[in-house]
């Protein structure tokens, strides 16, 4: 994954270094302004994800997201685009695992972990069109493809539902008793498609991946730690949902015959303010503390798609004077 961010580095500088003639003899009167808004469709890929590849990514738990940008051509190809946007991710072992699956769906929907997660995102980019326009705005092609890549910083506070139905931030609690900051740089990069409706106003189709430099997207990365280390009784409850009964943010009843079979039933959890233990019901020992809750080899990403609108502001256009 950073090799990849590495080479896509390296083919905007190098396309940048074999344009950029041309760019020299691209007068300011071509230059202009554009300001947008865009609706897209927002998703994660995680340690919450159904499987470990990233085509399991579960789009039900799609969200939109709402952008705000503003961008300046300044060259027959090159853009500079600073953007604004938000929007929410979500992930859910109970809804997304398959416990069927011996591999690593067994152990997602026992682990029983989900979260949402808002985030606002600024971003600084550039964008490269693959047709030049050496023109004015007026002579822009009627269809351009591009790509873009860039750099920016998100503000992200994941969130659980507890037991009992509450909502509550997952960092202060620190369930794997690790600290990270809820402000983390990305490094956008994707690829559109636009059409020029009318001379100002143009739509684009993008798709676009985020990559981040934290795997605590989703507030999971490392190891189970023993309850009895947690001073805070939520900070346990929190941290190791598998003993309970009902599962993910739906608080849905969970299929416990085989997780009785993999993880007994001798735990006493009774210690503890949020769990789904039933009176009379023998209560689930679930996973133990030292063992693997989420995989620290790979940071979180996210995925966006969806159209944007953009609106050329131009003060008119100067024709060359003759005496």
Same mark, same amino acid.
């Given at each position: 994954?950073?090799?990849?961010?590495?080479?896509?580095?390296?083919?905007?500088?190098?396309?940048?270094?074999?344009?950029?003639?041309?760019?020299?003899?691209?007068?300011?009167?071509?230059?202009?302004?554009?300001?947008?808004?865009?609706?897209?469709?927002?998703?994660?890929?995680?340690?919450?994800?159904?499987?470990?590849?990233?085509?399991?990514?579960?789009?039900?738990?799609?969200?939109?997201?709402?952008?705000?940008?503003?961008?300046?051509?300044?060259?027959?190809?090159?853009?500079?685009?600073?953007?604004?946007?938000?929007?929410?991710?979500?992930?859910?072992?109970?809804?997304?695992?398959?416990?069927?699956?011996?591999?690593?769906?067994?152990?997602?929907?026992?682990?029983?972990?989900?979260?949402?997660?808002?985030?606002?995102?600024?971003?600084?980019?550039?964008?490269?069109?693959?047709?030049?326009?050496?023109?004015?705005?007026?002579?822009?092609?009627? %269809?351009? $493809?591009?790509?873009?890549?860039?750099? #920016?910083?998100?503000?992200?506070?994941?969130?659980?539902?507890? @037991? !009992?139905? *509450?909502?509550?931030?997952?960092?202060?609690?620190?369930?794997?008793?690790?600290?990270?900051?809820?402000?983390?740089?990305?490094?956008?990069?994707?690829?559109?498609?636009?059409?020029?409706?009318?001379?100002?106003?143009?739509?684009?189709?993008?798709?676009?991946?985020?990559?981040?430099?934290?795997?605590?997207?989703?507030?999971?990365?490392?190891?189970?730690k023993d309850l009895d280390k947690f001073d805070d009784?939520?900070?346990?409850?929190?941290?190791?949902?598998?003993?309970?009964?009902?599962?993910?943010?739906?608080?849905?009843?969970?299929?416990?015959?085989?997780l009785y079979d993999v993880y007994g039933g001798h735990?006493?959890?009774?210690?503890?303010?949020?769990?789904? %233990?039933? $009176?009379?019901?023998?209560?689930?020992? #679930?996973?133990?503390?030292?063992?693997?809750?989420?995989?620290? @080899? !790979?940071? *979180?990403?996210?995925?966006?798609?969806?159209?944007?609108?953009?609106?050329?502001?131009?003060?008119?256009?100067?024709?060359?004077?003759?005496?």
């Amino acid at each position: 994954m950073k090799k990849g961010i590495w080479i896509a580095f390296a083919v905007l500088f190098i396309v940048g270094s074999i344009t950029d003639s041309q760019g020299q003899f691209f007068s300011r009167r071509k230059h202009y302004t554009l300001v947008g808004a865009g609706i897209s469709a927002m998703n994660y890929f995680g340690d919450l994800a159904p499987t470990t590849s990233i085509a399991s990514a579960d789009f039900s738990f799609t969200r939109p997201q709402l952008s705000f940008f503003a961008a300046r051509r300044f060259h027959p190809r090159f853009w500079a685009k600073a953007q604004l946007s938000m929007g929410q991710l979500r992930g859910d072992d109970y809804a997304s695992a398959d416990i069927s699956d011996t591999e690593s769906g067994f152990f997602r929907y026992a682990r029983n972990l989900h979260f949402r997660n808002n985030i606002i995102e600024l971003s600084a980019v550039g964008v490269v069109d693959l047709f030049e326009n050496r023109g004015t705005f007026l002579k822009r092609p009627k %269809l351009i $493809p591009y790509f873009y890549l860039g750099i #920016g910083v998100i503000y992200h506070n994941p969130q659980a539902k507890t @037991a !009992n139905g *509450d909502w509550v931030a997952l960092k202060p609690l620190e369930t794997e008793e690790n600290t990270y900051s809820r402000i983390q740089p990305i490094v956008p990069v994707g690829l559109g498609l636009k059409y020029k409706v009318t001379n100002n106003i143009d739509v684009s189709f993008e798709f676009g991946y985020r990559y981040t430099f934290t795997d605590y997207l989703d507030d999971v990365s490392g190891d189970y730690k023993d309850l009895d280390k947690f001073d805070d009784p939520l900070a346990a409850a929190m941290s190791n949902r598998s003993g309970e009964f009902k599962g993910g943010a739906s608080q849905g009843q969970r299929e416990m015959s085989a997780l009785y079979d993999v993880y007994g039933g001798h735990q006493d959890l009774s210690n503890l303010p949020y769990t789904w %233990l039933n $009176p009379g019901e023998e209560p689930l020992e #679930g996973i133990e503390g030292g063992e693997v809750r989420g995989n620290p @080899a !790979n940071n *979180d990403l996210y995925f966006v798609w969806g159209f944007h609108i953009s609106y050329i502001l131009v003060k008119g256009i100067q024709t060359p004077k003759f005496r």
